[in-house]
C-alpha cells in the first residue's frame, strides 16, 4: 500500500465499550478481525469531550460549539480532528468491515489526502466511513468551515430564518451546528485533486443495530478465492 493513511481505525459513541450493545461489539469486531497489522481505537462520549478540549489545534470556539452541540454532531467534530491530529480510518459503529483494509486501499497512490466513498447522499458525502492521512488538509479545511461559518451567527441570519419557518430556537441552533456532512463535502469538493473517492470495503446500515444481524460474509479476498466467514469472529484469512 503506498498511501499514507496511518493503520488506525476510529470508532466512537456515547457508552464506555463494556456497556456497548452487543451487536455493535461484534460490529466493532469485523474491523479487529479483517485488520490484524491495524489499530483499533474506541473513544467514548466522555473521552471524546476531553480530546476535542485538550487536543485542538484550531479556536477555541471549536470546543464551545462542540459542547453546544448534541450526540452525533459532536461524534462529526470529534472525528474530523481526531483524523487531522493522527490520521486513520474512521468507522460509524453501525457499520461492518467487509475487505480487509490494506486490501479496500491497495489501489490508492501517493499524494493522497482523503479517501471516501464514491455514493452522495442528498448532494452530500457521507462522512460515516472515510480515511485520512494525518494533517490532512481536507480536515483542517472542514474544521475551518465549522469554526468560520458557525462563528458569523453562530449563523444568525440562517436560524432566525428557520424560526420564522416554525422551528424552535433550540432546534434551529442544532440544525445550524449540525451540518458536518455538509463541510466535509465542501472541503473535498475545494480539494478534489487530493481525494481517492473508491472505498467500497465496508456496509453501513441502521440494521446493525438489530440483535439478528448476520455477520456471515461471501468474503472474496484478494481475489483469489471466495469463502463465508464470520466477519465478528474469524479472524484466519488463510486460504483453503
Known amino acids: 500500500m503506498t498511501n499514507q493513511v496511518p493503520k488506525i481505525i476510529w470508532q466512537t459513541h456515547e457508552w464506555e465499550y463494556s456497556e456497548l450493545p452487543e451487536n455493535l461489539k461484534k460490529a466493532t469486531m469485523t474491523w479487529r478481525n479483517l485488520n490484524p497489522t491495524w489499530e483499533h481505537r474506541y473513544v467514548s462520549a466522555k473521552e471524546r469531550k476531553e480530546y476535542v478540549k485538550s487536543n485542538n489545534p484550531f479556536h477555541s470556539r471549536l470546543y464551545l ?52 466513498e464514491q455514493s452522495d447522499h442528498n448532494g452530500q458525502i457521507n462522512n460515516s466511513n472515510f480515511a485520512a492521512i494525518k494533517f490532512s488538509k481536507v480536515m483542517k479545511d472542514t474544521l475551518g468551515h465549522i469554526v468560520n461559518v458557525l462563528y458569523e451567527l453562530v449563523r ?72 463465508y466467514l464470520d466477519l465478528a469472529r474469524d479472524n484466519n484469512w488463510s486460504l483453503v
Open 65 to 116: 460549539f462542540y459542547c453546544a452541540a448534541e450526540g452525533t454532531t459532536q461524534a462529526d467534530i470529534w472525528r474530523y480532528l481526531v483524523l487531522y491530529n493522527n490520521g486513520g480510518v474512521y468507522a460509524d459503529m453501525d457499520s461492518v468491515c467487509s475487505e480487509p483494509l490494506d486490501q479496500s486501499f491497495k489501489d490508492v497512490g501517493p499524494g493522497v489526502d482523503v479517501i471516501s
Open 156 to 227: 444568525v441570519e440562517l436560524v432566525l430564518a428557520s424560526v420564522e419557518s416554525g422551528m424552535s430556537l433550540n432546534d434551529a441552533v442544532q440544525y445550524e451546528i449540525g451540518l458536518g456532512p455538509q463541510y466535509f463535502t465542501t472541503a473535498i469538493e475545494d480539494n478534489i485533486e487530493l481525494v481517492w473517492r473508491d472505498y467500497k470495503g465496508f456496509i453501513h446500515s441502521s440494521d446493525i443495530w438489530d440483535p439478528n444481524w448476520n455477520f456471515i460474509y461471501e468474503v472474496d479476498y484478494h481475489g483469489e478465492k471466495k469463502q
